[in-house]
C-alpha cells in the first residue's frame, strides 16, 4: 500500500519590526486643486524613508490603492506585510500648509509616534525632512552619516520651483495611468517652469529627461 503523500507546510513569513507603509496622504485643502501638494509631501516622505537602508518600505505604487485613513488597518498592513503605517492629512491656503503625521504600529493598533506642524508653504523641505527624521527615530533606525545628511537634505533652494516640480509629479502619475501623449506634455510643462526657476534643480531636470523618454 503506497505511503499517503506528505504535503508541506509553509510556515508564516515574519514581518520585520522596522518595516513600514506610507498610506496616500490626505487633502483637507478647500481647494481640492492642491491634491498635488498633499501627494507630493507624501511621496518625498516616503523617497526618505526608502532611503534608509535599515528599514524596509513600500513602495507607492502598493499603496496608491488604499485610503488614507483605512477601516481596517490590522487588514492592510498584513496585506502589505507591514508592521507599522504612517497616515497623514494636508491643508494648504495660499502660503500656509499644516501637516499632520502620525506612525503607527498596526498589529497593536497603537500610536508609535505623532507631530502636527503649521506654517508657511515655503517650510515644506523642513516639514518633510522632520516626519522623516521622526519617523526614523520612533523605529529605531540606525543611520549611516550619509543617510542622516539625506533625511535633512532638500531637492532645490526654491521653494516655487519645488511646488511647480510637485505639479509636474501629480501630472506624471496622471499620465502614466493613463498613457496618453498630452498628459505626459502636462507633466513636462512644469517640470520646464520648474527648472526655469531653478537651472541646478537635478531632480526636475531628471524628472523631464524620463517624462520625454515615455512620451
Do not use: C
Not at 522596522?18 to 496622504?25: D, I, R, T
Not at 532645490?156 to 499620465?175: I, M, Q, W
Not at 513636462?188 to 517624462?211: C, G, M
Amino acid at each position: 500500500m503506497p505511503a499517503p503523500e506528505r504535503r508541506s507546510v509553509t510556515a508564516p513569513v515574519a514581518i520585520p519590526e522596522k518595516s513600514v507603509a506610507v498610506l496616500p496622504f490626505e487633502n483637507l485643502s478647500d481647494d481640492k486643486s492642491n491634491a498635488y501638494f498633499a501627494e507630493g509631501i507624501q511621496d518625498e516622505i516616503l523617497t526618505k524613508l526608502a532611503g534608509l537602508a535599515d528599514l524596509k518600505v513600500i513602495s507607492r505604487t502598493s499603496t496608491s490603492k488604499y485610503q488614507s485613513k483605512p477601516d481596517d488597518l490590522k487588514a492592510v498592513s498584513q496585506q502589505l506585510g507591514v508592521a507599522n503605517v504612517v497616515e497623514g492629512t494636508v491643508q494648504k491656503a495660499t502660503d500656509k500648509v499644516r501637516v499632520n503625521v502620525q506612525l503607527i504600529d498596526a498589529r497593536a493598533d497603537s500610536h508609535l509616534w505623532a507631530k502636527s506642524y503649521a506654517g508657511e508653504a515655503k517650510d515644506v523641505f523642513a516639514i518633510e525632512s522632520e516626519v522623516s527624521q521622526g519617523i526614523a527615530d520612533a523605529l529605531q533606525a540606525k543611520l549611516s552619516p550619509n543617510e542622516t545628511n539625506t533625511l535633512a537634505a532638500a531637492p532645490t533652494k526654491d521653494p516655487e520651483a519645488y511646488d511647480l516640480f510637485l505639479k509636474g509629479e501629480y501630472e506624471e502619475r496622471a499620465a502614466l495611468s493613463s498613457r496618453k501623449g498630452e498628459a505626459f506634455d502636462a507633466a513636462a510643462s512644469w517640470y520646464q517652469k520648474a527648472i526655469a526657476r531653478d537651472p541646478h534643480f537635478a531632480l526636475a531636470i531628471a524628472q523631464l529627461a524620463e517624462n520625454r523618454l515615455l512620451r
